[in-house]
């Protein structure tokens, strides 16, 4: 779904005589019409903000469930890298 068919309901079209110009008369517009324009928007802008909290959620779900946390506490043995590790000891 595109942003601009999420908005308005419709794929954008390019061609001169399906959209009117700016200086032709536009028909007249109730307010009602307006306000159920704007629920539509409100409506899909909520239903595409629920889908994307879907997809963050499942790639928790998925990324925790392989990156559990380590914790260490104090006397636990552990591997040491010392390629990082400057001293000024001689080998």
């Not at 159920?36 to 409506?43: C, D, G, K, M």
Request: glycine content about 2%.
């Amino acid at each position: 779904m595109s942003p601009f068919f999420a908005n308005y309901g419709f794929h954008l079209c390019f061609l001169a005589e399906s959209n009117p110009s700016p200086n032709s008369p536009s028909s007249s517009h109730s307010a009602s019409a307006a306000e159920e324009f704007a629920s539509y928007l409100h409506e899909i802008h909520e239903r595409l903000m629920q889908n994307v909290k879907h997809a963050q959620d499942l790639q928790a779900k998925y990324y925790d469930a392989k990156h559990k946390p380590v914790q260490f506490k104090p006397g636990d043995l552990v591997w040491l890298n010392s390629s990082n590790i400057s001293t000024t000891r001689l080998l």
